[in-house]
Nanobody, 123 residues
Framework: QVQLVESGGGLVQAGGSLRLSCAAS????????MGWFRQAPGEEREFVAAISWSGGLTYYADSVKGRFTISRDNAQNTVTLQMSSLKPEDTAVYYC????????????????WGQGTQVTVSS
């Protein structure tokens, strides 16, 4: 059974950092592109970052560019989102997702989703 499990969320002050991890129980993980999304209360789920199956291509939402870094370890079946210079507007539930095709900017087409991890940034 495919599972994506996020971890690393929590409460941090503005300007601080957090590192989110997503552990994937996908046998063919290295064939999947991975994405991070977030959803704040009352808002739609929005794209944060994506990484190709090899890790050679990365994409970011304009709102996080220069502050967040997505990476992956295909040997460990994990994908990581390093977040720095956090702002209160980054507060949301963060989800990782897996897609056979590299999809940027949209949640549509992702095959698997995790349950999410809460990130709260205080001002």
């Amino acid at each position: 059974q495919v599972q994506l499990v996020e971890s690393g969320g929590g409460l941090v002050q503005a300007g601080g950092s957090l590192r989110l991890s997503c552990a994937a129980s996908i046998p063919t993980f290295k064939l999947y592109s991975m994405g991070w999304f977030r959803q704040a209360p009352g808002e739609e789920r929005e794209f944060v970052a994506a990484i190709s199956w090899s890790g050679g291509l990365t994409y970011y939402a304009d709102s996080v560019k220069g502050r967040f870094t997505i990476s992956r370890d295909n040997a460990q079946n994990t994908v990581t989102l390093q977040m720095s210079s956090l702002k209160p507007e980054d507060t949301a539930v963060y989800y990782c997702a897996a897609s056979r095709a590299l999809r940027v900017g949209t949640a549509s087409g992702y095959d698997y989703w995790g349950q999410g991890t809460q990130v709260t940034v205080s001002s």
